[in-house]
T-cell receptor
Framework: KAGVTQTPRYLIKTRGQQVTLSCSPI?????VSWYQQTPGQGLQFLFE???????NKGNFPGRFSGRQFSNSRSEMNVSTLELGDSALYLC?????????????FGPGTRLLVL | QKEVEQNSGPLSVPEGAIASLNCTYS??????FFWYRQYSGKSPELIMS????GDKEDGRFTAQLNKASQYVSLLIRDSQPSDSATYLC?????????????FGTGTKLQVIP
């Protein structure tokens, strides 16, 4: 089975721009979660989608949004980029999200905001 | 108080020794706990999950959970240089009606040959 894929792998943007990141989960997985990882804050949960619905969310501002398509692929959008948004963005998929299934992480998208 | 706390390390142990990694969490009602390993430049990968008080063993790894003390640990027996990585503790917390996966900042483990 192919693993979780994320595109693009690297991205450079400037302040004020917006960005869309894509995540394709493992085939058959219906839950996709997004995380931001920075050296200072560690790995922080953004949100989780299941069957095209946002099921859980973390404590990020509304500039961070996402969606999930019927094929379980997910996109994450960040509007009005700030320097502090520079980070590694990881998505993870699991068959379900009852809290007990293993999450499989993708390779991440490294975003640099200048 | 941070929701999930880990000692950042680095924790250095000689090859063949037992490495002990610790994690405390703030939400008394949390039910699901995970240990991930992350090599430098790579994504996290799940090592162990634990849901009940006590010990859970998988090969060289043992997870220990004490809900009364709000404490979860990971023991790595016969540590190998390939175990050198950052170990992340994750807890599912309930926040405002949502379930939020909260990670500690990780403990860097160095196994010295």
């Amino acid at each position: 089975k192919a693993g979780v894929t994320q595109t693009p792998r690297y991205l450079i943007k400037t302040r004020g721009q917006q960005v869309t990141l894509s995540c394709s989960p493992i085939s058959g997985h219906r839950s996709v979660s997004w995380y931001q990882q920075t050296p200072g804050q560690g790995l922080q949960f953004l949100f989780e989608y299941f069957s095209e619905t946002q099921r859980n969310k973390g404590n990020f501002p509304g500039r961070f949004s996402g969606r999930q398509f019927s094929n379980s692929r997910s996109e994450m959008n960040v509007s009005t980029l700030e320097l502090g948004d520079s980070a590694l963005y990881l998505c993870a998929s699991s068959p379900d999200r009852s809290g007990r299934e293993t999450q499989y992480f993708g390779p991440g998208t490294r975003l640099l905001v200048l | 108080q941070k929701e999930v706390e880990q000692n950042s390390g680095p924790l250095s142990v000689p090859e063949g020794a037992i490495a002990s990694l610790n994690c405390t969490y703030s939400d008394r009602v949390s039910q699901s706990f995970f240990w991930y390993r992350q090599y430098s430049g790579k994504s996290p990968e799940l090592i162990m999950s634990i849901y009940s008080n006590g010990d859970k063993e998988d090969g060289r790894f043992t997870a220990q959970l004490n809900k009364a003390s709000q404490y979860v640990s990971l023991l790595i027996r016969d540590s190998q240089p390939s175990d050198s990585a950052t170990y992340l503790c994750a807890v599912i917390l309930n926040s405002g009606g949502y379930q939020k996966v909260t990670f500690g900042t990780g403990t860097k483990l160095q196994v010295i040959p």
